[in-house]
């Protein structure tokens, strides 16, 4: 048997009501500690057992050592069974898929009508005492079977709002990633065709009689011909019924642009670049620090109330840091809910290359998120650069 922390606290309650009635009597019950105790420990494990002390109690409590007369009748005697019997409505589940076995709901019902029964049949001085003591008794038990019907309900709305919140989560990530895999699309298929124009001019630019190299380099036109095809073709779902050209991507070379863009909506945007000129990124990098940038400056202007905001970008040989603070009620990343899907596509983009996104309001007010993102060596990035021009 498991007593729960509240099972204790209650028998305590208990034990001092029942202290506070014997102290104050005019006259104590013979043994009155031992039944207090009895009574005390029915009330304390009745959660484990509630069928069995509800009966223990009705037999033994109730007949044996104190039964119900004028004489003696005591108020902490009514709330041991009275507690009983509401324990016997909030634990026994009589309907619903999670219903307890047939036995202990047959049982219930039979412990909660006899025990009705029993005590009406007690020496009662008037007409009302019988009325007190049915209605008392199944008060208590439709208020057990009451707090248990709220609490299955409140349990079926969080999991029904758990599994919203997930499924949207999941739709997030997932919309999040196709944008993402969208980019890269372009980014690769513009690397790649960048390849093949240059193999095809320097495949023009050989001699008759190196044929055998002429021959080599068409080969990789046509294998990068085919492989930009393929990548077309396998996502070609997830550019959302775009055309088949290539798109410009932004990178943090148009931060201009969208400061821009924020200071028509009110929002007044102060760059600072730390490390002097931003260096040649991978254009995959690039775009993705200008989208961790995108977001979390609309969600200032969405969520923060704030009229004002600082993008701060540092950089050094591996590493890349954007933070992005704002002055606002420190709400810009979570959203009006605090559902926080804001933080999802830019964390999703951190992780892509390693890196970590911190997302967290300030004591003073306002909210910062920081992206670290590794940046690959310079030297290849430089080279396919120059080739590209």
Known sequence: MVVRRVDVVVAVVFVTIGLAEELSAPERLSWWWARLGFAAALVLLRRAAPLGTLVVDVVVLQTLLMPVSIDNYRVWQAFCILVGMHTIGREIILSGPDRDPLWRRLGAVAVV???????????????????????????????????????????????????????????????????????????????????????????????????????????????????????RRTLGLLRGGAGPGLDAQPGLGRLDDLVAQLAEAGVAVRVTVDGGPIPALPPSLDLSAYRIVQEALTNVLKHSGADRAEVAIAHGPDVLSVTVTDAGDGQAAAGPAGAGHGIVGMRERAAMFGGTLAAEPLPGGGFRVTAVLPVPARTAVARAAAVTA
């Open 113 to 231: 009508a006899g025990s009705v029964v029993f005590l009406v049949f007690q020496d009662m001085a008037m007409r009302s005492d019988y009325v007190a003591t049915v209605g008392y008794l199944l008060a208590a038990w439709v208020s057990g079977l009451l707090l248990q019907i709220q609490a299955r309900r409140i349990a079926e709305r969080n999991a029904a709002v758990a599994t919203a919140a997930a499924l949207r989560f999941r739709e997030t990530l997932a919309d999040e990633r196709a944008r993402i895999a969208r980019e890269l699309h372009d980014i690769v298929a513009h690397s790649v065709t960048v390849m093949v124009l240059q193999a095809g001019v320097v495949r023009r630019r050989l001699d008759p009689a190196q044929q055998a190299e002429r021959d080599l380099l068409a080969g990789v036109e046509d294998a990068g011909r085919d492989a930009v095809a393929e990548l």
